[in-house]
């Protein structure tokens, strides 16, 4: 097989951060002028390489290297290429530019299955009130009401904006991906965390990827006077939200060991004045782990401190349910192919779980699927210094084009 | 002595609360047209009483009820009429219209002394930054140098304010009072907390104005991926924040018994989003009190925190100081007058301290000063609900008239 090129790597992850690059970072929101030539870009590489090209009724581009043996269904890997608000430029691209660098490696080599490299639309949170947003509706999969009706949304929607660019909304069923449609799934991603990174490990083999519980949580006390209301007569919602931010904490810590996650990312404080007792407070709750049953531990201990924080504080919190994601191991003969290469390269490397969500979830659904982490700069990601290594990403690309090679070959 | 006259009262809240009335509450901020249209109300007011009405250079205005004794330094009385955005009908008004209703019920009383009824400009905090600005001019205190930068900014300053309504704020020394411009001044307000209202007491003889320590702080942490990051290994500035509220409030709780308040009103997360650990946390901090020493401790307690917070775990925490105000206690025997005064009224009162600042905290620095609360409903202020009964109104008229008559008396 041939080595990975880190020349033509550079030379197309620069290629394609040129489109949406702005002040700070890169920004190319789903199905806007940026992404699109993006996505141009991208079809324009995979033709070059002689792949056969087509998108589906959600934009999803897939890019064929055809096999020997059309009966067997093909293996597939991919990630995404759109961005956050003032995103890096490996988060998603190290995943697709890799996976063409990886069918590089393997021109020339007799392979049964097709290989097919897939560009997951709309994978961000930012633009329409969910991640993922293709992948899940690619898997079919059973969401929530809520997640249908923002989708459908008229005016902020995905298929609004599927519209806005030519496709027809009412197909998006045809995008819905057989149950047998692919042999495998593998995505190569940056890591996102400083794990691999404070490790000097240069591999991470994804194990399971984290479900995430997620709650808006309202603390509703008395918004008085700061000055004129004595200790003893508060009630003062962000002292009981602070009691709350700490709990939660508390509760991720006493279950860090079981791969437990806790964090208190947004929160605003009403009226918002130096002079007044903050009457409301409304703060976001992630939870996410790999195990049902220390997750379901997790979230108890949330609630039992909600309950007891409202009764000594004598403030009324509600806890409104966003969503609750069960953990998704990713498969077992996948998850050891991708461990046996990664030890094959000599390279430190390690087995993990991932905490972030990924297309890869929703793919593990319908397909056995696999992941696999390469470190990036202090873990920094969704943000313009977001940095990989050529080097760590030339690794990755190598045990990739070895695992697909494998799976191309598997009956 | 006649009594105060409630149906006058009422009638005159009433008219006066119908200029800057909108959708929710009262809005008349300093120097708009709404504030200039009550002023020209209370004016005509003034005028249909027989005072001699007249405005200084910062556009404060003064109505005197002649004494027979031109040589003495008049008394005087009153409070501002401007209020925060969304205000009530009681902040600050009652102190106005309660001053004309006690002079009118001194109408054809023998008194050496003139009486004034001053109302103060640019008292709440919201247009310029500061509280108080035209009675801290007018006091010709030494404040700091950001007071001066923010009052002389060209385009939000107080003095830009005062130039696009016609003065000339060069003039603004012309303003500053003479040492012995009074013989005292006694300001009539509502508590703006639930002290009186939770007791059914119906007055409150101040005995000390609380100073006022506010303080911005800003925490920095880490904004790492909230799946991706170990709970070992973060620095999360919304966890070190809500450690720190809690600290404040405890220092608060550890000198409440010394009359200490200590709050965190405004927060702000950043980036504020569900899936990222807060990197950053600004908040302010107002501690409030009567008495130095309990301040010192208190602020010492704070500082302790800070540090310990910080250290412990892995933040960077700054404190940047906004505000130090000292206590102002009440001249003695004007707080004697107005108890005994109190006590003769026959009905529930206290002496008790404001935690809220006034514009009798400036006058005090040259004038002997008193003050006198009456309850309002719940303690809620700087809110379209804020509410005082016209009898509790007229109670603390009518202790206001006799004070003055007796100080109008005094050689």
């Known amino acids: 097989m041939k080595k990975a090129d880190k020349v033509w790597l550079e030379k197309t992850f620069d290629e394609l951060a040129s489109y949406g690059r702005a002040e700070k970072g890169i920004t190319r929101l789903p199905y806007t002028k940026e992404a699109i030539a993006a996505e141009e870009y991208i079809i324009k590489v995979m033709k070059e390489q002689g792949l056969d090209v087509w998108r589906d009724g959600l934009g999803n581009i897939f890019g064929?290297?055809?096999g020997k043996n059309d009966v067997l269904s093909p293996v597939a890997t991919?990630?995404?290429i759109d961005t956050v608000i003032e995103g890096g430029d490996y988060d998603g691209t190290v995943g697709v530019i890799g996976a063409l660098e990886a069918l590089r490696m393997l021109e020339g080599e007799e392979l049964e299955r097709s290989i097919d490299v897939i560009v997951f639309m709309a994978e961000e949170l930012t633009s329409f009130g969910f991640a993922n947003v293709a992948s899940k509706l690619m898997?079919?999969?059973?969401?929530t009401k809520d997640f249908y009706a923002r989708v459908e949304n008229e005016e902020t929607g995905f298929f609004a904006a599927l519209k806005g660019v030519g496709y027809d909304p009412e197909n998006y069923k045809s995008a819905v991906l057989a149950k047998d449609a692919?042999?495998?799934?593998i995505e190569l991603h940056i890591e996102q965390g400083r794990v691999l990174y404070d490790a000097g490990e240069k591999l991470?083999?994804?194990?399971c990827i984290a479900g995430a519980s997620r709650y808006k949580v309202t603390v509703e006390g008395r918004p008085d006077h700061s000055g004129a209301t004595p200790m003893g007569s508060r009630r003062d919602a962000l002292v009981a939200a602070s009691k709350l931010v700490l709990a939660i904490q508390q509760a991720g810590f006493d279950h860090a060991d079981q791969g437990i996650v806790a964090t208190v990312g947004m929160m605003e404080v009403f009226p918002g004045a130096v002079c007044v007792i903050p009457g409301k407070v409304v703060f976001s709750v992630d939870?996410?782990?790999v195990e049902e049953e220390s997750l379901s531990s997790t979230r108890h201990q949330f609630a039992e401190a909600v309950r007891e924080i409202a009764e000594i504080d004598g403030v009324n919190i509600t806890v409104?349910?966003?969503t609750i994601e069960h953990p998704t191991p990713m498969a077992e003969g996948i998850v050891d192919m991708l461990a046996g290469e990664a030890a094959a390269t000599g390279a430190p490397w390690r087995r993990m779980n991932s905490g972030a969500g990924h297309d890869a979830m929703y793919m593990a659904e319908i397909v056995p699927t696999g992941m696999l982490f390469v470190p990036c700069y202090e873990g920094i990601s969704h943000n313009p210094e977001e940095k990989a290594e050529m080097d760590d990403i030339a690794l990755g690309v190598e045990v990739l084009a070895k695992t697909l090679k494998k799976l191309a070959n598997t009956h």
């Open 320 to 322: 409104d349910v966003l």
């Open 287 to 289: 939870i996410r782990g």
């Open 139 to 143: 898997v079919g999969g059973s969401f």
């Open 182 to 185: 692919y042999k495998a799934f």
């Open 204 to 207: 991470g083999v994804v194990e």
């Open 64 to 66: 064929r290297r055809r």
């Open 78 to 80: 991919g990630s995404h």
